[in-house]
């Protein structure tokens, strides 16, 4: 690749200009942060992600993207980390000696990818990926804190995200061919499987679906900080959405395989999530939990390797008994959390999962293909199950 040019005209891009108003709000919001004035920094802040947010979407529009916005909005970002870590050892000393380390191998990390990528390709990359791009969120809600009392779990979280972003700028960076800078992460280098996603969150459905994986992080958070009754109101309202989507699917005729399978995706990541809420919430009662739910998730391993070496491609089961095991079990989890006989809800908890791995064990092992739209292992006037899809599908 050819050295960085700028050109003159590209200074008088809408977009860039819009960007360089950034150079005068992220000082500015710094500067009220330390003169105590949080509301006037929180404005500045706010400004500041807002051209952020705008400034790309122009230059997508009007076909105004450039080396000069690239690299400028890149050095600004950089420009609003480093005020941070100054802010933090500024005026919480201990909080920035506890993660010096932390910022010693991350700012290593940093120098070696630049070192890497100036002796590669005679430029310095710095990739606008996706986890950098939640990292920029994360550091910006961090702040917020700062000015109150600082979350550490949030700053947790930025240390990782940034150990996350770097390793995956340096394979970036390692492979052979050149550097695509619109890249947005290494798992989908040629964004097919974005395409594919905006495509398919088109239809409402989906994107009430994806309400669930927005409140994964949600959770956790409120988990952590063992915020019991907010944890079960967010808890509830991804247990709406569940009901809410295949009801959109069905009276608008909007399913799909992709929906399908990210429904399924959606469930299965928030079983074993339940299990790590345990921990955060009560962990007295984490090892009970995690005795008592062992045998489903021992045969849930086994139905999971099983599917995904024969019918990888295939779409993924939604048995009557699975739909009773999903209803039972977001009604009932966050019930364990405030009943005293929790042990009963995470037995009948067990024996319904039991129940749907073994009947879709069955299934897998009596079919080479699996049948489109199959629902049950048996007749379904013989299925219980059946009945109560009847009554509440």
Same mark, same amino acid.
């Given at each position: ?91 919480? &000393?201990? !909080? ?5 380390? *932390? $910022?010693? =191998? #991350? ?7 630049? /070192? ?89 459905? &989906?994107? !009430? ?5 927005? *409140? $994964?992080? =949600? #959770? ?7 915020? /019991? ?101 977001? =009604? ?62």
């Amino acid at each position: 690749m050819s050295k960085t040019k700028f050109e003159l005209k590209d200074f008088i891009k809408l977009s860039n200009m819009i960007t360089s108003v950034r150079i005068l709000t992220i000082p500015l919001m710094f500067y009220f942060a330390y003169e105590g004035e949080r509301v006037l920094s929180l404005v500045f802040l706010f400004v500041s992600w807002l051209i952020d947010f705008i400034d790309g979407a122009i230059a997508r529009k009007h076909n105004q993207e450039t080396k000069l916005g690239y690299y400028l909005d890149t050095y600004l970002d950089g420009v609003f980390l480093i005020g941070i870590i100054f802010y933090v050892y500024m005026h919480y &000393n201990s !909080i920035f000696l506890k993660y010096y380390s *932390a $910022l010693i =191998i #991350l700012s290593l990390m940093f120098l070696i990818n630049c /070192i890497f990528s100036l002796l590669k390709f005679k430029e310095i990359y710095s990739l606008h990926l996706w986890s950098g791009k939640v990292l920029g969120n994360t550091l910006a809600l961090f702040f917020i804190t700062t000015l109150w009392n600082p979350d550490i779990i949030l700053l947790d979280a930025v240390i990782f995200l940034r150990f996350l972003y770097e390793i995956e700028t340096f394979f970036i960076i390692l492979k052979p061919q050149k550097v695509d800078q619109n890249i947005l992460t290494i798992l989908d280098p040629k964004g097919k499987k974005l395409k594919e996603f905006k495509t398919n969150m088109k239809i409402l459905a &989906n994107k !009430i679906t994806f309400i669930r994986f927005i *409140a $994964l992080p =949600i #959770l956790l958070y409120l988990a952590y900080k063992q915020q /019991i009754l907010w944890f079960t109101a967010v808890f509830y309202i991804a247990a709406i959405s569940d009901q809410l989507d295949g009801i959109a699917a069905r009276r608008l005729n909007q399913s799909s395989k992709y929906g399908s399978n990210m429904d399924s995706l959606a469930d299965e990541i928030y079983y074993p999530f339940g299990i790590l809420c345990f921990y955060l919430i009560k962990p007295e009662i984490f090892t009970t939990a995690v005795i008592i739910t062992s045998p489903v998730f021992a045969l849930y391993i086994i139905d999971r390797i099983i599917f995904y070496t024969r019918f990888k491609n295939a779409e993924k089961l939604h048995l009557y008994s699975g739909k009773a095991f999903q209803k039972y079990f977001f =009604i009932c989890y966050p019930l364990v959390f405030f009943s005293s006989n929790y042990r009963l809800i995470l037995i009948i908890m067990t024996i319904l999962g039991c129940i749907v791995v073994i009947e879709e064990l069955f299934i897998y092992f009596n079919n080479k293909k699996l049948p489109s739209g199959i629902k049950t292992f048996i007749k379904k006037e013989n299925n219980p199950f059946y009945y109560l899809y009847r009554v509440w599908p």
